[in-house]
């Protein structure tokens, strides 16, 4: 019998979902006879309710960023009480009975905290399926912790510390990495990406603002202008479609050695032709950088989880948090110069890159879920 794998995700931003196309793709080349689906659960059983909810967050993070960081911070280190859990299933989440009843999952993976909410809550009702969370930052909220779900999947020791002070047994804690999708697998030549992407063959420097095209692109763009006839600069906007259309509407931008994307599927290899990302921290985009050796300096984390991640990423020496545009200059320096600094920065880099293991969650899945005994036998650590 075939083994049925339903990975949960919500629509926010493109982390979420990008985690769960990596479990996909590492299980479908580890174990190509289980049947791996994914689904965004609120875009498919309330997507009004769904995105009413996600328009909210966007402007209360942009106009209220305090609110918001006071909300985050309100009982973070607590599980989900159940009227939250109910009020998460009523708003988005309505209809997943019939849903599990067509499909018939034998695991189900979450790499949303509402998806594992829900599902936490089925599992309590007594719906038989095992339930796999997946934590996409480097650190985790006490939304994450539900009591009823069978085996966690996190990216450092921070977060396996974490759940367990929030009541997550150590047996249920595999740390395994961050899943990245198979063109984040291999290293590439730089000076070849350079080429294939009609880049010039000088120190480059890449901005980005997650898919949703956040992170004061716009006033770090503006502050790279002077340099523009020394570097090379690649601004990714994600799915901001009225940033990108503000760039290219701006002549100042238009120099050969500014190039102005989108949203992109190959965004592996305009990192790879990187040499230092600026970006906001969302866990992925960051695990992703880290995996292709970029130099990473932060930019306008959002309030709560990304000023985790930040935090996580600076003590470890993996990032350097930027506080003010100004320091730009300072940091092209760098860059053009080869500080000290960058220098310490890409070592870090290289040394957490050995510890990164892009099949390690999909063959915990595999071996442990799917056809082992169901028992945590190591811990992968990165």
Known sequence: MKKQVLILSEAVGNGHTKVAEALMQGIS??????????????????????KLIVDSYLKMIEHSPSLWRKIYQYKHNKPLSNWKKYVIHQLIHRQIEVLLENEKPHLIVCTHPFTSSTASRLKKKGYT???????TDFHVHGAWAQPEVDFYMVSNMDVYNQLIDMGIPEK???????????????????????????LKDIPTLMLMGGGLGLGGIQKLANALLKWKENIQVIICTGNNESLRSSFLRDERFHHPHIHILGFVDLIDEWMEATDLLITKPGGLTCYEALAKGLALYIYQPIPGHEEKNCDFLVNNHLAVKIDDVENINNILEKLLFSSQEMEFLYNSTREFQKKIDPLASADFIVKHLLYGGGEITQRIKT
Do not use: D, Y
């Not at 080349?29 to 769904?50: F, K, V």
């Not at 961050?178 to 063109?183: T, Y």
């Open 129 to 135: 399926f095992t339930l796999c969370t997946v934590v």
């Open 172 to 198: 249920r804690i595999a740390i395994t990495g961050i899943p990245i999708r198979s063109n984040f697998w291999v290293r590439k030549n730089k000076q070849e990406m350079r080429k294939k992407l009609n």
């Open 29 to 50: 080349h580890l174990a190509p006879s289980a049947q791996t689906q994914i689904l965004e659960l609120g875009q498919i059983l309330r997507p009004l309710s769904t």
